[in-house]
């Protein structure tokens, strides 16, 4: 037997015994109302609001960056971009940018919003069928680097983009 199993033995009557002795109240409230005076509270009470203050630090900055993920707008081929030689990357840019303009381009027409969004939704369906194509054609250029021909039809593709935008402005500026 252990040396605590005997001394809870010896002393099982006091163990037994269903309520505390008298004062135990008493002193257990002043005890209390001490620590409530000198303003030290223990230790489990500040851990508990500090895991609450770093819960919602967290949770409000997982908040910011989600917010920020989804509005900062990412390129889509930018690992297939980082491949290209820089002249091709800087005609890539370009036309980017070409097309980007168009398309604000588009609703200076003076037309309808809703007719706007329809233009600019089939706009942007013919340029994801470009980027398709685009994607491809960097596949096929970085199977061959340096192919001029590949090189040439990527430009093409890039150029065909501001074509169809400026074909569109064209026509409904006209209307």
Known sequence: MSILEKKIRSN?????????EP???ERFE?????LAASGNNSPVILSWK???RIAAAS??????????????PREQNG???????????????????QTEEKLDK??????????????RNLAMEELSKLETQNEELIKEYNSNPGNKKVEQ????NFKTKSDILDNIIERICKL
């Open 106 to 119: 588009i609703s200076e027409c003076g037309i309808p919003d809703e007719q706007v969004s329809e233009i």
């Open 12 to 20: 099982k009557e006091t163990f037994d015994v269903r309520e505390p």
């Open 50 to 52: 500090r895991l609450y």
């Open 79 to 97: 690992a297939m971009a980082a491949v290209l030689p820089e002249n091709l990357q800087e005609v890539k840019q370009y036309y980017d940018f």
């Open 30 to 34: 002043a005890k209390l109302n001490s």
């Open 153 to 156: 039809a990527l430009i093409r």
């Open 23 to 25: 004062g135990h109240m």
């Open 59 to 72: 949770v409000i900055l997982m908040a910011v960056s989600a917010v920020i993920l989804l509005m900062v």
